[in-house]
DNA sequence: GCAATCCATCGATAATTGTCGATGAATGAA
DNA sequence: TTCATTCATCGACAATTATCGATGGATTGC
């Protein structure tokens, strides 16, 4: 992943209401949720929401799919995790002491 | 890591001067760096970066250490380690399918 | 065909963020 | 003591972002 991919993804995720409603999107995997339902859990206006809503798709972190009237959205867990080894990149380069802890709650956690 | 934490630590990493600083940090671990020789890399003003340091102080992701007349700067993994699990945590929770091959790359990675 | 539903886009406004130069405090050197 | 260096803070301004209501296209159901 790129720097400025990197970017996009991290200013996406840097909002109360794109971080909850990816969130929601990950926990939701792998039926995903209708727009309609992520506007009423996030407490905002249609239109409001749908614009954050486009930043999180235009950074890749979520792939809308067209059903019927609406459009079901589902998390890009891919970009997840290209974001999170762009971050530990740097700990790992010639400096893995910095990472393994990281591996190590990471694979107690899942 | 709460997600308020975890909203500062994206928000602070998602501008290109913070994030390459940080960056540069976690590689000049566990030396530091100066606040000027980071001033130098940005090639910003000293008081648009001093600002920007600021935000990343505040999210707990560099903890400045007084030497003489200069501050050293350091990442704090940490908390980068916490953002990254707390990122990850909502892949895990039942589902700890789409944790896995992130967790083989980062240790294929460290 | 017609009305209703779902959702993206537009335009306007308010709020936040980024940037700079200037100032000043703290420290070390002469 | 006096001067230079390092860096945080202040105030101003520009740029970006967030929010809303309104409009309109696409689709489904009647």
């Given at each position: ?5 990197a ?36 407490g ?8 954050h809503?486009a930043?999180?798709v ?6 809308p ?5 609406q ?20 700990c ?18 899942c």
């Amino acid at each position: 992943m790129k720097s400025a991919s990197a970017l996009d993804a991290l200013s996406a995720l840097a909002h109360p209401t794109r971080l909850d409603a990816f969130r929601r999107l990950v926990r939701s995997e792998p039926e995903g949720l209708s727009t309609g339902q992520l506007v009423d859990a996030s407490g905002l206006t249609q239109s409001t929401f749908s614009s954050h809503l486009a930043i999180l798709v235009g950074a890749g972190l979520v792939l809308p799919e067209k059903r019927g009237r609406q459009m079901i959205q589902r998390a890009n867990i891919e970009v997840l995790r290209d974001l999170m080894l762009f971050l530990a990149k740097d700990c790992c380069e010639g400096r893995a002491e910095l990472c393994e802890p990281l591996v190590a709650e990471l694979s107690h956690c899942c």
